[in-house]
């Protein structure tokens, strides 16, 4: 429970984070950054993570400092709500990665499962000539997959998560 003297602590604090004071702004990060670590780690496990979501928690807290209204909530629910909110949209973009993943036959063809098909021709079909490309310049070209990503236009993180996946596939599919 505030008591007269953690109000006006927490005014002192508001008023010094709004005047973009760094010692408040260590504060802040002093007083809260474990329990605010916490909240991220009840819906993140990945500890390093985590830590870079805590620290995406305090650039979003700077941003949106102007939108705190005191009267209306604790200073902590303020806080407890964005890391909340940093932790849940990070799970969402992980879940997100996962299900856009795609698999590869040695060949360079898409797997696609039959319960993502429309039609009764699900399978093996040819890849799509972007990716195959892509697949290509690294196996062949001996680029790099930042290079061959930013050469077709595609996006360095997704390349990089869907080739991790493919070489998973690959190196866990029995020899002929």
């Known amino acids: 429970m505030n008591t007269p003297n953690s109000a006006l602590e927490e005014q002192e604090l508001l008023g010094g984070l709004k005047a973009n004071n760094q010692l408040a702004f260590a504060t802040l990060y002093d007083r809260y950054a474990a329990m605010l670590l916490g909240i991220i780690t009840k819906i993140i496990s990945d500890k390093t993570e985590a830590i870079a979501l805590l620290e995406t928690t305090f650039t ?3 941003e949106q400092l102007d939108e705190f209204r005191p009267g209306r909530q604790p200073l902590f629910l303020w806080l407890f709500q964005i890391a909340r909110t940093t932790a849940q949209e990070a799970l969402k ?8 993943s795609i698999q590869l036959t040695s060949d360079g063809k898409i797997i696609h499962p039959v319960w993502t098909q429309n039609s009764s021709k699900a399978g093996i079909e040819p890849a799509e000539p972007q990716w195959k490309t892509f697949v290509e310049a690294i196996l062949f070209k001996n680029c790099t997959p ?8 595609l996006p360095v993180e997704t390349v990089r998560q869907q080739l991790r996946l493919a070489m998973q596939q690959l190196r866990q ?4």
């Open 60 to 62: 979003r807290i700077r």
């Open 173 to 176: 599919t029995p020899k002929r």
């Open 146 to 153: 930042e290079e061959a990503a930013t050469s077709l236009g």
């Open 93 to 100: 973009e992980r879940q997100k990665a996962k299900a856009t």
